[in-house]
């Protein structure tokens, strides 16, 4: 019984050190992969989704290559085929930021201004210091969406007071669009 104890130990210890690296050059040929379809994600997004698709097959665990799949579809103003897959990533992980942010951009898009209020609002509670300042100007604008005036100069304020100073064209747009509500 021992010298069975003896061989099976070190077997199993092989078997999964040989899996790990089998996951890891997995992981790896994945990560190469969506590399590739990021940068040619503008230039031919139906290839990039193919690429993407491939890449979580080869890794499930990563939630930004499903979040990219619906990023793409996002892009091609798929949104009923984009929705879906971002729905998925806040189900693995329900802090997963961008999906969180995406989804609201589909909601947003589809005139779904409630949900996309939702999904903002957990972008950015979910974020690093409770802020995501794309997540805070689509929230701003969408508060404007639904006539909730002061609610968009509030975000769109927040937004001001947390933006780099040198971004002159969100600024000037940003305060653009704060004077367009007061006039209202």
Known sequence: MRNILIFIIPFIFILSCT????????????????????????????????LFKKASLLDPKNLDYINNQGAIHLTLKQYD???????????????????????????????????????????????????????????AATYAKLKRKKDAIQEYKIFLSKIDP?????????KKRIQELEKK
């Open 81 to 139: 085929l984009a929705k879906p897959l971002f729905i998925s990533t806040i189900q693995i992980n329900p802090k997963y930021i961008r999906g969180h942010y995406n989804l609201g951009k589909c909601f947003y898009e589809l005139g779904d201004y409630n949900s996309a209020l939702k999904s903002y609002k957990k972008a950015i509670q979910n974020s690093p210091n409770h802020e995501n300042l794309e997540a805070r100007f689509n929230l």
């Open 19 to 50: 899996k790990s690296n089998s996951e890891n050059e997995l992981t790896k040929e994945a990560l190469e992969i969506n590399k590739h379809a990021l940068v040619i994600a503008k230039s031919n997004p139906t290839e990039a989704l193919q």
């Open 166 to 174: 040198s971004n002159r064209q969100a600024i000037d747009e940003t």
